[in-house]
């Protein structure tokens, strides 16, 4: 038997209750273990879309199935499980007094105690290099080190999918390569929504161009960057003097990538 793919989204439409369509039949196919960068302009249905992925948005048409498990209203707590969304602000993801506390909540609330819990914290610290931080008030941690606790408890669910908005914002240049590095390390699939084209090309072979509700481009995020045709029409636009030839993205394999 085949293992079904970490996300298939197929024909996938949705308005907003004031009537404003966003989604107009999207197609989306994400295999485990591929790190994907959904590009776009603003407005261009990014986040509908990612909203989604754990049945945060519904009611449109189409269909969307996380490891083959379709979103809807009767599997949502096992979604939710499997699709870790880490949104753009880590404030928004980190309330509990400390580190340790915020990473516990999720795996706690789906019924782990003890021993076992315990470990399952210290290893999404771990895998995030935030380990030595589990007794700290997230509050008193950098911008930095809070995503990435942010990703932590996310990873402490053990996700088919990781969803990130945006990791790459409001980081600076040693915080942003160190995140690299830690995505690069984690065997999760991952779909990352991203402005920042560079890091879409050092993180992900795969890119997936959303622009008016629609997909617009499929392919190597190298190939799609140096189309300056299809970069101009969806108003998407490189650093100044970024050469895309000169970066390529890591291939993702399995286990320590
Ligand atoms: N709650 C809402 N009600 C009505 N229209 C909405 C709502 N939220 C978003 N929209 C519209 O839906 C379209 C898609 O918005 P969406 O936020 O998904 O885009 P995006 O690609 O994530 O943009 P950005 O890059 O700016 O985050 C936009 O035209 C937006 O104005």
Redesign the pocket.
Same mark, same amino acid.
């Given at each position: 038997m085949t293992t079904p793919a970490s996300l298939e989204v197929s024909g996938l439409a949705f308005a907003? &209750?004031?009537g404003?369509q966003?989604l107009f039949g999207v197609d989306l196919t994400v295999g485990r273990g591929e790190r994907v960068a959904l590009l776009? &302009?603003?407005?261009?249905?990014?986040?509908?879309?990612?909203?989604h992925l754990n049945g945060i948005l519904s009611g449109g048409a189409g269909t969307v199935r996380v490891a083959g498990l379709p979103v809807g209203k009767r599997n949502l707590a096992e979604i939710r499980r499997r699709v870790g969304i880490v949104f753009q602000d880590p404030d928004d993801q980190l309330f509990m007094p400390t580190v340790r506390e915020d990473v516990a909540f999720g795996p706690a609330a789906a019924g782990l105690r003890g021993a076992e819990l315990e470990a399952c914290v210290r290893t999404a610290l771990e895998r995030v290099g935030m380990a030595a931080f589990a007794d700290r008030p997230p509050h008193h941690l950098s911008f930095g080190q809070r995503r990435r606790v942010a990703v932590a408890t996310v990873l402490a669910m053990e996700p088919e999918i990781l969803v990130l908005d945006e990791p790459s914002s409001n980081l600076d240049p040693a915080s942003r390569r160190e995140l690299a590095d830690i995505l690069r390390s984690l065997d999760v699939t991952v779909l990352m929504?991203t402005?920042d084209l560079p890091y879409a090309l050092e993180l992900c072979e795969r890119s997936v161009v959303?622009s008016d509700?629609v997909i617009a481009a499929d392919g190597p995020t190298g190939d799609l960057l140096r189309d300056e045709d299809l970069m101009r029409a969806h108003r998407l636009e490189l650093p100044f003097g970024f050469d895309p030839g000169a970066v390529a993205a890591r291939p993702a394999t399995a286990g320590g990538r």
């Open positions: 907003y &209750p004031d404003h966003a776009g &302009p603003n407005g261009a249905g990014k986040t509908t879309l990612v909203l929504v402005h959303l509700g």
